[in-house]
């Protein structure tokens, strides 16, 4: 097995890393709960909302997925550190996209 030899600062960046994962997998595992709870306790909401909440689901699933891909490249893989991968460009392009709708809530 080849041994990958980083820098400090990259090893660093990859403990945040592993932390990011840590904590964005806890939060996701809250926000499902919720959804869950949202949909057996207000069964009565109007469509546009159960939607909105089932779109939110959808983004934060496909967030959560697009970090362990990379988590995944850069920790199993050991792949190079200063080279992006295809999704963490799409993870920021699906931010990008969801901004806006957290933003029009009006909550």
Not at 15 to 41: A, E, V
């Amino acid at each position: 097995m080849a041994v990958v030899h980083r820098t400090r600062s990259e090893e660093i960046a990859l403990g945040m890393t592993l932390l990011g994962l840590l904590f964005s997998s806890i939060l996701y595992g809250i926000s499902l709960s919720q959804t869950y709870t949202y949909y057996k306790r207000f069964p009565k909401d109007p469509l546009s909302t159960k939607l909105m909440v089932i779109i939110m689901t959808i983004f934060n699933t496909a967030s959560v997925v697009l970090v362990s891909h990379a988590f995944w490249y850069y920790f199993v893989t050991t792949g190079p550190f200063g080279r992006y991968i295809w999704s963490v460009d799409f993870r920021s392009i699906l931010l990008f996209l969801l901004n806006p709708m957290f933003r029009s809530l009006n909550v």
